[in-house]
C-alpha cells in the first residue's frame, strides 16, 4: 500500500497477508507522520471519544487478512438529528511515540471485511456502501461475503480492491443518487481489478430513498426475499483492459451515448405530479404504461430500449445523466396530471385498473359496466400490486355471505365498505376494523377483502413505525392493510384520522435539508386485532367494528379448499360490487339524508348503492346507527376521564358545574380511585386533562353530558351540564 503507511506491503502480491511495520525502508521522510498497521499489541489504548463530536453510537473495527486490527471507523449522532462518521487510525508522529488519530489510512485504503474474505475464499462477495448496510446484509445474505470501503462514492477510487481478483461480485447500492454513483464508481476500479462476475442489484420501486440493506433488516425482510433481489441483479459485462489512447476515444462515446439514450426516449409522453414527481407515460404494444422515471420498471424500459437500437448496454452514469434530463423535461415542460391507483372517475365514469398484463380496466357507468383498455386514466402499478379478476355479470353479493363469518348487520358495513373502497369518487374512506377472539379468522378475512379491491402481493403488513412509512405505503397501495395490530398509539390513531377523511402529510425528503416530500389524500384501511382497536372517540367516529365469530372445528376448512373455492366466487361478487357503483351513479345526485353522521358521504353513497344490492329501505342505516353506538360505547368505557366525568357529574353536580381546569383535576382526583389516579392513561397535570377533555367531548355527548369552554377577562373556564 502507500509508503507513508509505514510497513504495508502491496495488496496484490498477497491480499490477505498481515500488514507488518517493516523496516521503514519505504517511508517518506518528508511526511510528519506514518500510519502503522497492524497495530501492536503494546499499543496505546484508542480514545473512547471524540474531541467534538463526543461519544461515538456505533464502532467497526477494520481488519487485514490474519485479523490484525487496521484501525476503526466511528458513528456519532449530532444533536440536529444528522450523522458524522470518522476514522481513528495509529500514527507514529515525529516525536516517534504513535499515536492515534482522527483521520484516514493514506491510500490505497483497507476494505472492511477483509478477515472474512480470507476466511471465505470461494465465497460470493455483496458490497454495500456503508459498514452498517454491510454488518446487515452479512445477516441477510449468509452465504455472501458482505464487505464496503470507506468514504462512498468519492472514496472508492482510493480503496485497495485487488483482493477481490477472480471474486463473483454483487454490488449492492443505496437506493438514490449518491447510491447509483457508488456502483458506477466499483464497478469499473472491480473490473480493472479483475474480479470473476459483476452484478448490481436494482433497489425495488417501493423501497424510499436511500433504502439499503440496514433498512431491509429493520422491516423485517428474510434471507430467502433477499436472495431473490440478488438473483434479479443484473449483469455487467466483462471490459478488457484499455490503453490510455482507448480510454480517451470511450470518453469521447460517452456524449453520443447519452444523445443514443435520449433518442431512445423520443416515444414517450413525459408529465408530472402535482407533488412535482416525474412520469412518463409509454406506449407499449396497443396499450400504454404509465412509470415514475425514478421506478426500477422504467430504467429497465430505457436500458432495453436502448439495447434494442444500439445493441449495446448503457453506462450506469449515462442512464443517471439521461433520467435527470427527462426529470427536467417532465416536470418544466410537461403537463400536470395526478396520477391514480386503482380506482379514478373522470368522463362520467368510475374506473378500476384490473392490474393485468393488457392494462384493462373496468369502466363503469350509469347504464353499466365493461370492461375496456383505458388510455386516458394515468393508473400507476407499483411493483407490488396485484391483478383482480375479470368480474363476472349476473350474480348477488350473497355470494359473499358464507365467506364471512359474521352476523347480518356487519355483513351489511363490510359490502359497504367494499363499495366505497371502489369508488372512484371518494375524498374519504370509512376505517374497517375487524376484531375477534383468537381463531375468529382476522388474518384471512383481511386478505380476503382486500382481494375484492386492491390485490397487493403484500397482503397484509404490520403498523407503520412512524408517518414517513405510512406516507410510503400510501403512495405504493390503494387499501392499507395492517395485521395483528396489538394496540393503537396516539399519532398512528392520528394519522388514520386524517388517511380516512383525506388530507396531506408533509416531511423532509430523505438525504436533503429543505427539500419537502408530501401525500395529499386519502386511502380505504383495514386494521385487524383482538383487543378494542377504536378507543380514541376521533377514530371510532370514522370506523366500522365489525366482531368476527369464533369458527369451531365442526365448521372449520381447510384453507387450500377455502381459497380454491374463493377464486371461483371472487370474480362473481365483484361484478356484483359492479352492479352496486352503477347503481350508485343513477341515484347519488337525488339522494337526501335526514341525518347527516360523521362520514356522511359514505352514508349517501351507501343509501343511493343499496337498492342494486337488494336491500330494503333503511337496511344500512339502521346497521350503520347500531354500529356507531356499539363504538362509541366502546370507546367512552376505555376513556377514563369521560367515564370519571359522567359518574361524578350524575352523582354531584346533576345541575351543571362550571370551574377552571385547575378546579376539575382536582376534584376529578378526589372522586377517582388511587389505581386510576395512578394509571398511565390519567391526565397527571393540568394541560394534559385540558386534551382529554377535548377528546372527551363527542363521547360525553352521546351520554347527554355537554362540555363547552369559554374565557372571561380572568380566567379560562369549563362549563358541564347534564342535557336530558
Known sequence: MSPICSGYRPMSNDPFAPIGKGNGSGRNRKQAKTCIVPVPDEALEPPKRHPKLGTPSTKWDYRDGNGGLLGFVFRFEEKDGGKSFRPLVLFETGSGKPQWRWERWPAPRPLYGLDKLAQ????????????????????????????????????????????????????????????????????????????????????????????????????????????????????????????????????????????????????????????????????????????????????????????????????????????????????????????????????????????????????????????VSFRTVKFLRPEIMAPLPEPEPGYMIEELRSFLNVDDDDFILVTGWLVAALWGKATSFPVLTLGGEQGSGKSTVSRLIRTLVDPCIVETAAPPRDERDLIVAAGSSHVLAFDNVSRIENWFSDAVCRLATGAGFLTRKLHTDNDASWFQGSRPVIMNGIPSLTDRADLAERSLTVRLKRIDENTRRPEDDWWSEWTIIQPRVLGALCDALSGALRHYDAIRLSRMPRMAAFAKLMAAAGPSLGWEPGDFDRAYASNRAYTSDTAFEADPVAVAVRDWMIKHHIDGWEGTATDLLAELNTFVSEDIRRSRFWPAKVNALGKAIDRAAPLLRQKHIHVLKRNTSTARLISISVVE
Do not use: M
Open 120 to 371: 471465505r475464499p470461494k465465497a460470493p462477495v455483496l458490497i454495500c456502501e456503508g459498514e452498517k448496510a454491510a454488518d446487515a446484509a452479512a445477516r441477510l445474505a449468509p452465504d455472501h461475503v458482505a464487505i464496503t470501503s470507506l468514504g462512498g462514492s468519492k472514496g472508492a477510487a482510493k480503496a485497495d480492491w485487488s483482493p477481490l481478483k477472480d471474486r463473483d461480485v454483487v454490488l449492492w447500492p443505496d437506493a438514490d443518487e449518491p447510491g447509483a454513483a457508488y456502483a458506477e464508481a466499483v464497478s469499473d476500479l472491480l473490473q480493472h481489478a479483475g474480479v470473476g462476475s459483476l452484478s448490481v442489484i436494482t433497489p425495488p420501486d417501493t423501497v424510499s430513498q436511500g433504502w439499503d440493506a440496514a433498512d431491509a433488516l429493520t422491516e423485517g425482510r428474510i434471507s430467502e426475499q433477499v436472495a431473490d433481489l440478488i438473483a434479479s441483479a443484473q449483469s455487467v459485462p466483462s471490459q478488457p483492459e484499455q490503453t490510455q489512447q482507448s480510454i480517451k476515444s470511450s470518453s469521447s462515446k460517452q456524449p453520443r451515448q447519452r444523445d443514443a439514450l435520449l433518442a431512445a426516449a423520443d416515444c414517450l409522453d413525459l408529465w408530472h405530479s402535482p407533488e412535482k414527481r416525474a412520469y412518463a407515460s409509454i406506449p407499449v404494444g396497443t396499450h400504454i404504461e404509465h412509470w415514475p422515471l425514478e421506478s426500477a420498471a422504467f430504467k429497465r424500459w430505457l436500458a432495453g430500449r436502448f439495447y434494442k437500437e444500439t445493441g449495446g448496454a448503457p453506462a450506469t452514469q449515462q442512464l443517471c445523466d439521461t433520467l435527470r434530463v427527462l426529470d427536467v423535461k417532465a416536470i418544466n415542460e410537461g403537463p400536470c396530471h395526478r396520477p391514480e391507483l386503482r380506482t379514478d372517475f373522470s368522463d362520467d365514469a368510475l374506473w378500476i385498473d384490473l392490474g393485468d398484463a393488457s392494462w384493462r380496466a373496468v369502466k363503469v357507468t350509469k347504464d353499466g359496466w365493461s370492461i
